[in-house]
């Protein structure tokens, strides 16, 4: 890994992109991605917002399913953001849902830049069985992951530790994978995330696991 600045990373500046159904219209610069990952409604527009400090770079909504393009989002005019659709809204045609399917796994199968996947989780829930499919598809693939689990406001700081645990041990997370307690709301977590995009964004290896 190249020698990085001690400094902190800040996100200085951001903008969208792109949205997009095919990898005709993926942005063609050769520029390091991570990816986000998770169910409808668990927060993805949410954090790209709290990390870039804009309130509506990514469109929030409360309809889960919204989400149906590969929305690209450019960081400090060197990196992507990548915001996939979620996944697991049972009010979605399997026909879509197929679609949604097969554009994802191309995504993440197939694309250079890729550097990294945040699988995101809800703190109130235990992951879902999608939740575990998507997470041991990335394994299979050696794709370097992390998971934030997301709408830490949402419960009493005493329940955190209780609730990490039983969420890495139904996704099964080896040890050296890491999790990171996050709020968009109070801001919880979010110097963590940037530090942990810089790493993947800046790692030379996409096969790479993550680890301090």
């Known amino acids: 890994m190249e020698e990085r600045n001690e400094e902190a990373y800040r996100i200085l500046e951001s903008e969208y992109v792109i949205s997009a159904v095919a990898p005709a219209q993926y942005p063609e610069l050769e520029w390091p991605e991570v990816a986000l990952v998770g169910r409808s409604n668990v927060g993805k527009s949410s954090l790209i917002n709290k990390i870039c400090n804009r309130k509506n770079l990514a469109r929030t909504s409360s309809r889960p399913g919204k989400t149906q393009t590969l929305n690209f989002y450019r960081i400090n005019n060197e990196v992507h953001l990548v915001d996939l659709p979620g996944y697991g809204y049972a009010n979605v045609p399997k026909s879509l849902k197929s679609t949604w399917g097969k554009m ?87 110097e963590d995330v940037i530090e942990l995009l810089d790493h993947l964004w800046h790692y030379d290896e996409k096969t790479e696991s993550y680890e301090e």
Not at 132 to 139: D, I, K, S
Not at 161 to 177: C, D, F, M, S, W
């Open 104 to 190: 994802m796994e191309q995504y993440l199968k197939s694309r250079a830049q890729l550097r990294g996947v945040l699988q995101l989780i809800d703190i109130r829930h235990s992951p879902t069985k999608d939740d575990v499919a998507m997470n041991e598809w990335l394994a299979h693939f050696q794709i370097a992951t992390a998971v934030i689990i997301t709408k830490a406001d949402k419960i009493s700081k005493g329940r955190y530790a209780q609730h990490v645990k039983e969420i890495r041990q139904t996704l099964n997370i080896a040890p050296h994978i890491p999790t990171i307690i996050f709020s968009a709301q109070t801001g919880e977590g979010k």
